[in-house]
């Protein structure tokens, strides 16, 4: 089946600090693949996606690359800031029939502490 | 163009009571969403429409939810005879047509259910 599966957090990190949230999935087919970001009290908001292999994302300093080999979409930014602090979500869009319908990770909570 | 809109932003309903949602896409996206999300986790997908057709239902949807498109534009999410279990944010989402295409989210509707 499709599934996607995100590190756990919550993830705490002192301001300018390096991030990685790990995001691994299975799918069948060639997914298109999204990091979603929830600020709080906020909606979910595309963060950053990539359609096919080797594609990099990237987005306010985000970055992430679609690796086929590892079934893999991690996260980076290389320095974060206080205005980071959110949940981010892994997905993957993968066709099944004539639909097509995004299949999520559990979410990552992020802090960052000045 | 507004983005997705959902109305209300909240609800507090009594357990037993109908309730409903509304959510307003944008306005040239072929499909629509609906997602529940609780508290810590990601989105749980509820059902989704191209045009008017609802083309696939979650079993998490019993049949005390009912949803409808008509007319391809806004759409409804009936919930009857609500349960505690029910209390939720439900979020809608629409998108254009198309690999990778991106998932607009409404800000989400909170339900409780006391």
């Known amino acids: 089946g499709n599934s996607v599966t995100q590190m756990e957090g919550p993830v705490t990190l002192s301001e300018e600090a390096f991030l990685t949230i790990n995001c691994t999935y299975t799918a069948t087919g060639y997914p298109s693949l999204f990091w979603y970001v929830q600020y709080p009290g906020e909606g979910l908001q595309l963060l950053l996606k990539a359609t096919k292999a080797d594609d990099k994302g990237s987005n306010k300093g985000f970055e992430a690359t679609y690796r086929k080999e590892t079934t893999s979409f991690h996260l980076e930014k290389g320095s974060v800031q206080v205005s980071d602090s959110a949940v981010y979500f892994c997905a993957l869009s993968v066709r099944a029939g004539n639909n097509r319908k995004l299949i999520w990770g559990l979410g990552t909570s992020l802090a960052v502490n000045p | 163009d507004t983005g997705v809109s959902q109305d209300p932003r909240h609800k507090i309903t009594k357990r037993g009571q109908n309730v409903t949602f509304r959510c307003d896409p944008i306005?040239?996206?072929?499909?629509l969403y609906w997602y529940r999300q609780t508290l810590g986790q990601g989105p749980e997908f509820l059902t989704y429409f191209q045009n008017e057709a609802q083309l696939e239902k979650s079993r998490l949807l019993s049949d005390r939810f009912s949803a409808e498109r008509p007319k391809g534009s806004f759409s409804t999410l009936e919930i009857q005879r609500t349960e505690q279990g029910d209390s939720a944010m439900y979020l809608c989402?629409?998108?254009?047509?198309?690999?990778?295409?991106?998932?607009?989210f409404g800000q989400g509707t909170r339900l409780t259910v006391v």
């Open positions: 989402a629409s998108s254009r047509m198309g690999e990778g295409a991106e998932a607009f």
């Open positions: 306005s040239e996206h072929n499909r």
